[in-house]
């Protein structure tokens, strides 16, 4: 083959691979192939960048489909529109930071004068002060490296090796790594960084099953009844503790929306969120 047929044949070659890696099968097959020495990789999703782990089932998602579950965020600012609960110029409460994906969406929206997002995985808190810093937002957001609890001290945090949004308080499996990571109650984590409650103007909580436990110290803010986005497992807390935690948010709260798995939705009384479905969210709002 002469040099002209073997030019040719190179670009013919690289247009088709780069139109295949260019689709959502071929992204999910490239970034389940890149190698254990690329640590991080930053994606451009037009409004923001994202940096991540290649490792993490989380970065993964976000460089195939350009975002995780961003229509989560949208849906729920569109739900308090709808039912006229304000948060604008207010302060969001976000326990369980991750790598701050939702962190960004939310500074997207240009309703909050303060971010504040909790997040105990050290690998992960790493990449939520780079990803707020990178997108401008680091005078927004205020990262606290710690977990939300019920009191003060440290507990144990079990890192889970390849999806890092499922580390928590809870060990799933032998391959975990156990760590002790710092443990506060919410009213402390405010005053440090200088929030007073009253600015709070929504919760949103993904904490892998420790949700009951950080609620507790949360009651000045329920008391107020401060909308709370959150994941309910029962699973996660068991039968009876789950029931617990029902009857304690319906303490404070009477009525919620409830996002189930298939996209349905239903608005219903606190006391009767299904104790034996499937995880799900739930929006706590009055």
């Known amino acids: 083959m002469d040099d002209s047929l073997t ?27 890149i190698g254990a020495r690329t640590r991080f990789l930053t994606v451009d999703n037009g409004d923001h960048l994202i940096t991540f782990s290649p490792a993490d089932y989380l970065g993964r998602s976000v460089f195939v489909k350009g975002h995780f579950d961003r ?21 969001l409460l976000e326990i369980g930071g991750n790598i701050g994906t ?3 969406y939310f500074a997207l929206t240009g309703a909050f004068d303060r971010i504040v997002t909790v997040e105990p995985d050290p690998r992960n808190f790493e990449l939520l002060r780079e990803n707020s810093e990178q997108n401008g ?65 929504l919760i949103w909580m993904d904490i892998e099953g420790y949700e009951p436990i950080a609620c507790r110290s949360m009651t000045s803010l329920f008391e107020r009844r401060v909308p709370m986005h959150c994941e309910f497992t029962a699973e996660f807390y068991g039968a009876e503790k789950a029931a617990e935690f029902v009857a304690f948010l319906a303490g404070y709260y009477e009525t919620c929306i409830v996002f189930f798995n298939d996209d349905s939705m ?21």
């Open 71 to 91: 229509d989560h965020v949208d849906r729920l600012m569109q739900h308090l529109n709808m039912l006229g609960l304000s948060v604008r110029g207010k302060t």
């Open 266 to 286: 239903e608005r219903m009384k606190v006391v009767d969120i299904p104790l034996n479905r499937e995880q799900f969210d739930i929006l706590l709002i009055a």
């Open 137 to 201: 937002f680091d005078k927004l957001v205020v990262s606290v490296n710690c977990a939300a609890s019920d009191e003060e001290g440290e507990i144990d945090f079990f890192l889970h090796p390849n999806n890092h949004g499922k580390s928590s308080p809870r060990s799933r499996s032998a391959a975990d790594i156990r760590i002790a990571v710092p443990a506060r109650p919410v009213p402390a984590i405010l005053a440090d960084a200088g929030i007073p409650e009253a600015d709070v103007g």
């Open 7 to 33: 030019r040719t044949f190179r670009r013919l070659r690289d247009r088709l691979v780069s139109r295949f890696f260019d689709t959502r099968y071929g992204r999910d097959l490239l970034i389940r192939n």
């Open 102 to 104: 939702h962190t960004i």
